[in-house]
């Protein structure tokens, strides 16, 4: 299966800040990557599908790159609203695997 | 309104077993492959098990294979996860999700806890 590392665990900012998070693929998944934010005792909800098309609704300052298996999630202005735990998720092969999650918490 | 709601969680003994459905409204369900996905409390997402459109295929991660079955009821809108043989690990919330664009909506989830 394909494994998914993302980095930081946590991370901790200011309001305005730009933050990023990076996952790692254990091999190539292309561009077949996405991004989930949770906030707690709520169900997930996709930011970014396939590296760094924005979902319907979710605000630009969110926005995803990267191809094979490097990628990043970057928030350019951190907002109160933002504060949750993000996921990275590969969907290349048929074993849907997510990453560990990154808790972004207010510093 | 898109809306997934999963209902049938509660707790159950080890060993013993529950039938999860997810009631899919808004949208045409019978166009979608499905899929269930779980969270440990306080751990990561899980991927647990995909159907497609007309239930002809499904798949499992090997943590249920065998135990688990997933199915669905284009008429009635609804998907199914029956779990066999549960044990503690399989304490978690469970998700409905739907395949669109990656895993682009999602149920409210239901909590199954195995405990004696």
């Known amino acids: 299966d394909i494994q998914m590392t993302q980095s930081p665990s946590t991370l901790s900012a200011f309001v305005g800040d730009r933050v990023t998070i990076t996952c790692r693929a254990s091999e190539s998944i292309d561009k077949w990557l996405a991004w989930y934010q949770q906030k707690p005792g709520k169900a997930p909800k996709l930011l970014i599908y396939r590296a760094s098309s924005l979902e319907s609704g979710v605000p630009s300052s969110f926005s995803g790159s990267g191809s094979g298996t490097e990628f990043t999630l970057t928030i350019s202005s951190l907002q109160p609203d933002d504060f949750a735990t993000y996921y990275c998720?590969?969907?290349?092969?048929?074993?849907?695997?997510f990453g560990q999650g990154t808790k972004v918490e207010i510093k | 309104e898109l809306h997934l709601v999963e209902s049938g969680g509660g707790l159950v003994q080890p060993g013993g077993s529950l039938r999860l459905s997810c009631e899919a409204s808004?949208?045409?369900?019978?166009?979608?492959?499905m899929h269930w996905v779980r969270q440990a409390p306080g751990k990561g997402l899980v991927w647990v098990s995909r159907i497609k459109t007309d239930g002809s295929v499904t798949i499992y991660a090997d943590s249920v294979k065998g135990r688990f079955t997933v199915s669905r009821d284009n008429a009635r809108n609804t998907l199914y996860l029956q779990m066999n043989t549960l044990g503690a690990e399989d304490t978690a919330v469970y998700y409905c999700?739907?395949?669109?664009?990656?895993?682009?909506?999602w149920g409210q989830g239901t909590m199954v806890t195995v405990s004696s």
């Open positions: 998720q590969q969907y290349n092969s048929h074993s849907w695997t």
């Open positions: 999700v739907r395949e669109g664009h990656a895993f682009d909506m």
């Open positions: 808004g949208f045409t369900f019978s166009y979608y492959w």
